[in-house]
């Protein structure tokens, strides 16, 4: 998937460790707001209530930052064009061979012949790019084009979480898809390859997972005083 392709590219180990089921990654509010506006996008958010109870206060109140997330639902579908990008076929699961290997997709709005869009929710239209959605976008569009035969522009449908939310469509151009699909195309032997434990995964001693395994070395102070 796309997400264990980018753990990859985040931590080699963090990422093999979440495949063994050594590790899993910390639920934020932030992933659960985010989570909160996909699934009532796409008609399971009752089952997402269920799930996480921790939503409400003891007094079953919702949680300020959940009707944060109501307050940016409610915008959205008072605006036709951000609903018109939503109105593809909800959660479309593809299966491809790409690279040498076993992918799949789930699109968050899929409509033939027409589009692929992926609904986010961030801080802010600023922080987009650190997320590296290039890369979800190249592989979405490569996949459906291995399925069907058509090759769909790919658009992000992004709210934020702004006090006063704000939203757009931002189409990801063809150039800088081309760019990460051949990015991924440059990686995914070397992720297979420590997927199959024919090498060794690096860790990047940054992350949680590299914080929690770490054990004590001896460093150069020469580190702290680099720029």
Same mark, same amino acid.
């Given at each position: 998937s796309? &997400?264990? !392709?980018?753990?990859?590219?985040?931590?080699? &180990?963090?990422?093999?460790?979440?495949?063994?089921?050594? !590790?899993?990654?910390p639920t934020t509010k932030a992933m659960l707001t985010g989570s909160f506006v996909d699934t009532y996008f796409e008609g399971t958010l009752q089952n997402f209530i269920k799930d996480h109870p921790e939503i409400y206060t003891k007094k079953n109140v919702l949680r300020s930052e959940y009707k944060k997330a109501n307050e940016i639902i409610k915008r959205l579908e008072e605006d036709p064009l951000f609903m018109k990008f939503m109105s593809g076929e909800k959660q479309k699961i593809m299966t491809f061979d790409m690279f040498g290997t076993e992918w799949k997709i789930k699109m968050d709005s899929y409509i033939p012949g027409t589009c692929i869009t992926d609904l986010k929710v961030v801080a802010k239209f600023r922080s987009i790019p650190y997320w590296r959605y290039d890369i979800q976008g190249a592989v979405y569009q490569k996949g459906v084009e291995i399925v069907t035969g058509e090759k769909l522009p790919f658009y992000l449908a992004v709210a934020t979480k702004e006090k006063t939310p704000s939203f757009d469509i931002f189409q990801i151009t063809q150039d800088v898809l081309d760019y990460a699909l051949s990015e991924v195309e440059s990686n995914i032997d070397r992720y297979k390859s420590i997927k199959s434990k024919e090498i060794d995964p690096e860790r990047c001693e940054c992350c949680e997972y590299c914080r929690k395994t770490h054990k004590s070395m001896i460093r150069s102070y020469k580190e702290l005083m680099e720029v």
């Open positions: 796309v &997400s264990q !392709y980018k753990d990859f590219m985040k931590c080699e &180990s963090m990422a093999m460790a979440k495949i063994n089921g050594e !590790y899993t990654e």
